[in-house]
Every structure is written in C-alpha cells, then in structure tokens.
C-alpha cells in the first residue's frame, strides 16, 4: 500500500544550522508529493511540492527533489530561523487520498 | 486567500454526548475532508467527501458520521462520544481531486 516514512524528531538546530528532514515513501504510479508545515496552534499550510520525478519544489529558503529511483523527497534548508519551528510533515496524494507521515517537530534556538 | 473556518477551538464534552464539528470553506472547493491528528501517527482520514450530498470512508471511520447539505459545509458528527475520540480534529479543502489541501486552525476536542 501507499505510506509515507519521515524521519523521528525532535529535531534541535542552532540557527543558521543547514536543515535535512529526511522522506521516503512507498506508492503505486506517480504521486504528488508534498511538504506541509504546521506552525504552534495552527492548522497545516503547503510549505511545498512536486509533482513529477526529478521536479524541485522550493518556498521560502526550503527545498525538496522528488528522487523517483530512491522513493525520497527530503526537506532542506541552507539556514534555519528560530521562526522556522514548527512540525514538518510529508505527503503524498494518490487521487483523493493524502498519506502524511508522522511529523517530524524543529525546534531553533536563537 | 483560501480560508478554512472551524467551529471551535477548543471543546470539552462528556462521554455519550453526541458532537457536532463544523467546517466552513470560503473558495468553492468540490472536496473536503476530516481528519484527526494524534501525537506520532501524524493525520488519519475519516472521511471526505467530493460533492455536496456526498461522502467517502477514509481510513478510520467508526464512531463517526458525516454531512454536507451545502457545498462550502462539511460538518463531523460523534453520535456517542468515547474518551478515545479524544484529539485535534482538522478540516480541509481543495478544489481538485490531488491538489494542494487547505487546513483550518484545528478543534482540539477532550471527551471526559
């Protein structure tokens, strides 16, 4: 079946650090896949996506390659802020559905 | 921008109370969706629905039920709550059927 497996957090960074938020999935076909970040008290925002293999998804300083020959689509960021905090998920869609993975929550210290 | 409204913040209710979520989308969004999201298992679908008057089991659908009367209205209904319904309980919208989802703020719901 379809799921999606992202790496356990927290995750502690000193700002400035270079962030990774590693992401595999398993699917049929060609999903669409998706960063969605969920900021203290607020519901879940797109933060990016791809929705072919070898596409880049970019916002905000955060990066993501859909890499179709290791299932991956793992979040980077070259500098983090302390306002970068928050719970990271990865998504994939196959029609109706979205599989999220479990989260992965940032935490960076000033 | 897309907005997405939920009743409630927060709610507290006692075992055996039947609950009614709410969820209003402002951007003529065909499909909506209701999920829970619980610490390490990230959000779990209980149902969505593509068209008014239309709805599809997701992936953990006991215990609850569902409506959507008008198009921007979906609303999740417990007809006898339990403690273990205990969660943050998300809407969200989109207007394709693998299109981006837009989230309301989130109804943490405690069953006493």
């Known amino acids: 079946g379809n799921s999606v497996t992202q790496m356990e957090g927290p995750v502690t960074l000193s700002e400035e650090a270079f962030l990774t938020i590693n992401c595999t999935y398993t699917?049929?076909?060609?999903?669409?896949l998706f960063w969605y970040v969920q900021y203290p008290g607020e519901g879940l925002q797109l933060l990016l996506k791809?929705?072919?293999?070898?596409d880049k998804g970019s916002n905000k300083g955060f990066e993501a390659t859909y890499r179709k020959e290791t299932t991956s689509f793992h979040l980077e960021k070259g500098s983090v802020q302390v306002s970068d905090s928050a719970v990271y998920f990865c998504a994939l869609n196959r029609g109706f559905k979205t599989i999220f993975g479990a989260g992965t929550r940032l935490f960076v210290k000033a | 921008d897309v907005k997405v409204t939920q009743s409630s913040r927060y709610l507290v209710k006692r075992t055996g109370e039947k609950v009614f979520l709410e969820c209003v989308q402002d951007m003529d969004h065909e499909n909506m969706f209701w999920y829970r999201q619980d610490p390490g298992l990230g959000l779990r679908l209980i149902y969505f629905s593509y068209d008014v008057k239309m709805k599809e089991k997701g992936d953990i659908p006991e215990g609850y039920s569902v409506s959507r009367e008008k198009k921007e209205r979906f609303s999740l209904i417990l007809e006898s709550a339990s403690t273990n319904q205990t969660s943050m309980y998300l809407c969200?919208?989109?207007?394709?059927?693998?299109?981006?989802?837009?989230f309301g703020p989130g109804t943490r719901l405690t069953v006493l």
């Open positions: 699917a049929t076909g060609y999903p669409s």
């Open positions: 969200a919208s989109s207007f394709e059927e693998s299109d981006t989802q837009y």
């Open positions: 791809a929705t072919k293999a070898d």
